[in-house]
C-alpha cells in the first residue's frame, strides 16, 4: 500500500480519505460536442467518444474544443451514447472469434428497451460510427428474432425491400440449386445436387 492511500482511522469528527478517491483537483473529463443531423447538439465525455473508431479517427483531424458533425440523427445517436456509458470504465472491447458473442445482462436490459422497429436503424448508427460492441450485442438480439423465419418474414424485420421480379428469384433459385434451405448444410457449389 502506499503512503497516499495508507488507510488511518478517523478520529471522532475527522472524515477519512477513501483509498484510491479522485482527487478534490481532479479535472473535470474531457468533454466533445457532438453535432447530430437534425442539429441537436451532444455533450459527451472522452471515455464515450474514444468507444468509436470513427470519432479516435474525427480527433485526429479537428481541434479539441471544435463540434464533431456526424450524419446520424440525435435519436439514435443519443442511445449509442447510453449504451457506451454502460460500459465506459470497462477495459477495450475485444470481439470474439468465430460465432462465439453473447450477449450481457446488461446488453440484454438494454436492447429490450429499444423498440422493434427502431433497432435496424441504431445498428446502421452503431456500425457507421464502428462500434463494435454495440453492434455485436444488437445482431445477437436480432439474430434471436430470425430464427426459424422464412424469406419475407426476414424481409419484414429487416426492412429490406423486395425489389427482384419473379423471373430474377427463379434465376438464382436455379443458379443455387445447390442449397436446400430445409437441410441448412450448404453442400459444394461444384458438386450440385442432382
Do not use: H
Amino acid at each position: 500500500m502506499s503512503d497516499t492511500t495508507a488507510l488511518v482511522p478517523a478520529c471522532a469528527g475527522e472524515v477519512a480519505p477513501i483509498a484510491n478517491a479522485p482527487a478534490a483537483d481532479a479535472a473535470p473529463p474531457k468533454m466533445y460536442t457532438i453535432v447530430c443531423k437534425d442539429g441537436v447538439r451532444l455533450e459527451v465525455s472522452e471515455k464515450i467518444v474514444r468507444q468509436s473508431l470513427l470519432f479516435n479517427e474525427l480527433l485526429a483531424c479537428i481541434n479539441d474544443n471544435e463540434p464533431i458533425p456526424i450524419e446520424i440523427p440525435s435519436r439514435p445517436m443519443k442511445a449509442i451514447i447510453e449504451y457506451l456509458e454502460l460500459y465506459q470504465d470497462d477495459p477495450p472491447y475485444n470481439p470474439p472469434e468465430g460465432y462465439n458473442c453473447e450477449m450481457t445482462e446488461r446488453d440484454t436490459e438494454f436492447f429490450d428497451k429499444i423498440a422493434d422497429n427502431d433497432l435496424v436503424e441504431f445498428l446502421n448508427a452503431g456500425n457507421y460510427l464502428n462500434v463494435q460492441r454495440f453492434t455485436d450485442a444488437g445482431l445477437m438480439k436480432v439474430r434471436g428474432w430470425l430464427e426459424g423465419k422464412n424469406e419475407a418474414e426476414v424481409r419484414y424485420i429487416l426492412q429490406v425491400p423486395d425489389d427482384y421480379t419473379e423471373e430474377e428469384k427463379e434465376a438464382m433459385y436455379q443458379e443455387y440449386s445447390f442449397f436446400d434451405p430445409s437441410q441448412a448444410i450448404v453442400q459444394d457449389a461444384e458438386q450440385p445436387q442432382q
